[in-house]
Nanobody, 116 residues
């Protein structure tokens, strides 16, 4: 059973940066064999996919984060990252990783709070 553990969240001021990590364990293959994504869920809102990276390394982003967030992957560590720059209060949410089709069980997420 694949386990996803997100970390790196915290409280940051508007304009600040954070780097989130998603460590995958229990996989019988490398994480680079699957597309992965970062999602977020703000209070009272549905979970949304904000960034994805394909098995071939292509990336794409939701319009709301384009130019500010960067998704990357360390295959040796079976870890996916989300570098978040120029953070805004509307980025406040719990952030999760999973495949774009939510193949795996959800982790606990990591809270990101951006103060104005």
């Amino acid at each position: 059973q694949v386990q996803l553990v997100e970390s790196g969240g915290g409280l940051v001021q508007t304009g600040g940066s954070l780097r989130l990590s998603c460590a995958a364990s229990g996989m019988i293959f490398s994480i680079n064999a699957v597309d992965m994504g970062w999602y977020r869920q703000a209070p009272g809102k549905q979970r949304e996919l904000v960034a994805r990276i394909t098995s071939s390394g292509r990336t794409n982003y939701a319009d709301s984060v384009k130019g500010r967030f960067t998704i990357s992957r360390d295959n040796a560590k079976n870890t996916v990252y989300l570098q978040m720059n120029s953070l805004k209060p509307e980025d406040t949410a719990v952030y999760y990783c999973n495949t774009p089709t939510a193949t795996f069980f959800w982790g606990q997420g990591t809270q990101v709070t951006v103060s104005s």
